[in-house]
Nanobody
Framework: QVQLVESGGGSVQAGGSLRLSCAVS????????MSWFRQTPGKDREGVAI????????DYADSVKGRFTISQDNAKNTLYLQMNSLKPEDTAIYYC?????????????????????WGQGTQVTVSS
């Protein structure tokens, strides 16, 4: 059974940093297309970052490029999102997503894709 469990969310001031973790079980995350999405009330879930091909390929939403870094530790089967220079508009619930179909990550519209497996989410709040 595939399970994704996020942690590391919290409250920070603008300009601060947080690192989110997603513990993966039931499969090896290097074999999957892995992602971080976020959602605010009343809005659709939006893609933040993806990683696939064993961690060799990454991509980011324009809104987080240069500030966020996605990575994975294959030995620990854990996905990470390092978030620096946080802004109030980064406030959201952050979700870890996974799918065995690499074409989802390789596609141009991954930011709006529906991944096959999701975690329960972790809240990130950035105050000004």
């Amino acid at each position: 059974q595939v399970q994704l469990v996020e942690s590391g969310g919290g409250s920070v001031q603008a300009g601060g940093s947080l690192r989110l973790s997603c513990a993966v079980s039931g499969y090896t995350d290097s074999d999957y297309c892995m992602s971080w999405f976020r959602q605010t009330p009343g809005k659709d879930r939006e893609g933040v970052a993806i990683i696939y091909n064993g961690g060799g390929v990454t991509d980011y939403a324009d809104s987080v490029k240069g500030r966020f870094t996605i990575s994975q530790d294959n030995a620990k089967n854990t996905l990470y999102l390092q978030m620096n220079s946080l802004k109030p508009e980064d406030t959201a619930i952050y979700y870890c997503g996974a799918d065995p179909d690499f074409s989802i990550c390789a596609g141009a519209d991954w930011e709006g894709a529906d991944f096959g497996h999701w975690g329960q989410g972790t809240q990130v709040t950035v105050s000004s």
